[in-house]
């Protein structure tokens, strides 16, 4: 299978005004195109971080990143916000909507910064999106109106609206109860299924992120 | 454009009270740059002007502030005994205006006559627009050669005739149109320089000796208050003061050329820096509010601006962005000020205030036209400061998936 993600990460500090933080030291990871990727630790062993750095949203680390073949640091900021809006999903946690947007907005934010004659965009997959997650009776409504569940389904049709070549899931079931959990990642994994796409997990729960193909474990650094 | 009006529907207005409190803000800086900006604009033209007759060697009049003034003792003999020593023995800039005259013309303004000598015609240098200069050697049954303003123009061209009813004189006499001042010619008040008197609705009237000698004691008193001797001496100065005590027992104060500087200087500078200073102080205090006004902002759409840049917003378009907003706020103020300031213009048309009443682009002046810019030129300060610390802020709290959680 190809490599899509060759991350090598020496360290990743966090500075504040009387400490600094160092995580991730010496952390590496291959990613395959297609592979389900769960990623655990305790709290504050750098999850997130790593998530921010695989969907290229930070480059302050010492290391190197190679990303479908391309070395990121040497990347456009304006490159890697359209690689986030083309080629990379985040699926996060409920509460990542827009209060003041219907459902539907939310759901189409990526096509707005999709610019002409990049990747074509046809109603029906929009369509297809919200009927096979089940929100087309929320469109209309306002993310405060809607329920834990309902919004973390919006999350996720956004996250996968521009068909992503991997999905970054942050949490993405932390407070949904048992049926919505298994909803999503239900979803995610039929992703994975139909379209190929690589997806990495940030999880708590070791019973999901046992149905991935692999499972990483994060730890403190000493 | 679409990410633009995005932005402007769902996120700026989303939070109006800050978009209207960023509007008031900078309708306040910009409306406090303008006045300061024009007031000073104005003063440095008076100051300009009053060089012309501010030379060395010349000595301005002014009556003195604690002299009585008692008509009564003042007398025609009096004023001509003035006139007659001051014929003698001093070369002087006479100049006299505020004589209301009915002079019928289409805009229906209040003509005014502005009556000046040679002198004083020489020394102010006013362009001219059309025709030739003022002619000062004519007899008083003749016609007398005038230059008018560009307003009174439309009705007066150059060689027309106008039948007055002189006041200063008390007779029926004729004028004929020599010239057109140029557009807005002004004259500034030496006392207070950034107040001006424009001459579009005046007519300049020729003043000489044989004039002044037949005109009566209101023009020759008024023309002693402001007149200036040309190239005389502290001593030249003291003995007409002299003259003028004894025929008409008032105290004049003659200032040369240092002594108008000096108090220049101590009043009008000295007002000019606190101005400054003020208004300096003033956009320094609105800056920090719209300042702090705008990262309140992203601290309340911090979410907001997060999510979007997840989903594809790039830094340098939110850079666009904001200084598009901030450039279409800016230009929301920009006109409140230019149409505040048009129809001040506009106003002295409609009440018909002759003094006032200027020409130009949209009904504003070229010092108005400076003071936007100075406006426009702020604005664009303020923007980048606004737009960049609003920037640094959201870089600062790096786009994390954390910020939503």
Same mark, same amino acid.
């Given at each position: 299978m190809t490599k899509i993600i060759d991350l090598s990460i020496k360290e990743k500090t966090y500075k504040s005004k009387n400490s600094q933080l160092s995580i991730l030291n010496n952390f590496n990871l291959e990613v395959a195109a297609g592979e389900k990727i769960a990623i655990v630790g305790e709290s504050g062993v750098g999850k997130s971080s790593l998530l921010n750095i695989i969907g290229l949203i930070d480059r302050n680390y010492v290391g190197a990143y190679t990303l479908f073949g391309s070395i990121t640091n040497s990347l456009h900021t304006s490159?890697?916000?359209?690689?986030?809006?083309?080629?990379?999903?985040?699926?996060?946690?409920?509460?990542?909507?827009?209060?003041?947007?219907?459902?539907?907005?939310?759901?189409?934010?990526p096509l707005l910064y999709a610019g002409s004659g990049k990747k074509e965009f046809k109603a029906e997959d929009f369509e297809s999106v919200v009927d096979a997650i089940g929100i087309k009776p929320i469109l209309k409504k306002k993310p405060l109106e809607c329920s834990g569940g309902e919004k973390a389904r919006a999350v996720f049709a956004r996250g996968v609206i521009m068909k992503p070549q991997i999905i970054l899931a942050d949490e993405p079931t932390a407070s949904l109860d048992v049926e919505n959990k298994e909803r999503i990642v239900t979803?995610?994994?039929k992703m994975n299924k139909k379209f190929s796409t690589t997806i990495i997990t940030v999880t708590h729960d070791l019973e999901i992120a046992n149905r991935h193909d692999r499972v990483i474990h994060l730890e403190r650094s000493k | 454009?679409?990410?633009?009006?995005?932005?402007?529907?769902?996120?700026?207005?989303?939070?109006?009270?800050?978009?209207?409190?960023?509007?008031?803000?900078?309708?306040?800086?910009?409306?406090?740059?303008?006045?300061?900006?024009?007031?000073?604009?104005?003063?440095?033209?008076?100051?300009?002007?009053?060089? %012309?007759?501010?030379?060395?060697?010349?000595?301005?009049?002014?009556?003195?502030?604690?002299?009585?003034?008692?008509?009564?003792?003042?007398?025609?003999?009096?004023?001509?005994?003035?006139?007659? %020593?001051?014929?003698?023995?001093?070369?002087y800039a006479f100049y006299v205006d505020g004589f209301i005259v009915s002079v019928p013309n289409v805009d229906d303004m209040e003509v005014h006559l502005s009556y000046m000598n040679e002198e004083y015609y020489k020394l102010k240098q006013f362009e001219l627009l059309q025709g030739v200069d003022l002619?000062?050697?004519?007899?008083?049954?003749?016609?007398?050669?005038?230059?008018?303003?560009?307003?009174?123009?439309k009705t007066?061209?150059?060689?027309?005739?106008?039948?007055?009813?002189?006041?200063a004189i008390g007779l029926p006499i004729t004028l004929k149109v020599k010239g057109v001042l140029k557009q807005n010619a002004y004259h500034s008040n030496y006392y207070a320089l950034n107040s001006k008197t424009y001459y579009n609705f005046s007519i300049f009237f020729p003043v000489n000796?044989?004039?002044i000698n037949h005109a009566n004691i209101d023009l020759q008193l008024n023309g002693l208050m402001d007149i200036t001797i040309l190239q005389t001496s502290e001593e030249g100065v003291a003995d007409l003061s002299e003259v003028l005590k004894d025929n008409l027992g008032l105290d004049f104060n003659f200032f040369s050329q240092k002594e108008n500087y000096d108090y220049f200087n101590e009043y009008y500078l000295h007002s000019l820096k606190i101005m400054a200073i003020i208004t300096f102080v003033l956009l320094a205090v609105i800056t920090c509010i719209s300042v702090w006004n705008a990262l309140v902002s992203v601290r309340l759409m911090l979410k907001d601006f997060t999510i979007n840049l997840l989903v594809g917003l790039s830094y340098s378009k939110l850079r666009k962005i904001f200084y598009i907003y901030f450039g279409i706020l800016s230009f929301i103020n920009l006109a409140v000020v230019f149409i505040f300031t048009a129809f001040n213009r506009y106003g002295c048309w409609i009440r018909k205030d002759a003094t006032f009443v200027t020409y130009g682009?949209?009904?504003?002046?070229?010092?108005?036209?400076?003071?936007?810019?100075?406006?426009v030129l702020l604005n664009i300060?303020?923007?980048?400061?606004?737009?960049?610390?609003?920037?640094?802020?959201?870089?600062?709290?790096?786009i994390s998936l954390g910020v939503l959680q």
């Open positions: 490159e890697l916000a359209q690689w986030r809006n083309q080629k990379i999903g985040f699926v996060l946690q409920e509460s990542a909507l827009i209060n003041s947007l219907t459902i539907e907005d939310n759901i189409k934010l979803l995610l994994f | 454009m679409k990410v633009f009006k995005y932005f402007i529907s769902k996120i700026f207005l989303r939070k109006a009270v800050l978009g209207i409190s960023m509007i008031l803000l900078l309708c306040m800086a910009n409306y406090i740059t303008f006045t300061s900006s024009r007031s000073i604009l104005s003063t440095y033209q008076g100051y300009q002007e009053t060089k %012309y007759i501010n030379q060395e060697g010349n000595y301005i009049a002014n009556l003195d502030p604690d002299s009585h003034m008692d008509m009564g003792l003042i007398n025609e003999n009096g004023t001509q005994a003035v006139y007659s %020593y001051l014929n003698s023995y001093y070369n002619g000062f050697d004519y007899q008083l049954d003749d016609e007398i050669p005038v230059l008018v303003g560009k307003g009174l123009s007066y061209p150059v060689g027309s005739t106008i039948r007055i009813e002189e006041s000796k044989d004039f682009l949209f009904g504003l002046i070229g010092m108005d036209w400076l003071a936007l810019l100075v406006v300060i303020i923007g980048i400061m606004i737009v960049e610390t609003m920037l640094r802020k959201i870089k600062r709290i790096p």
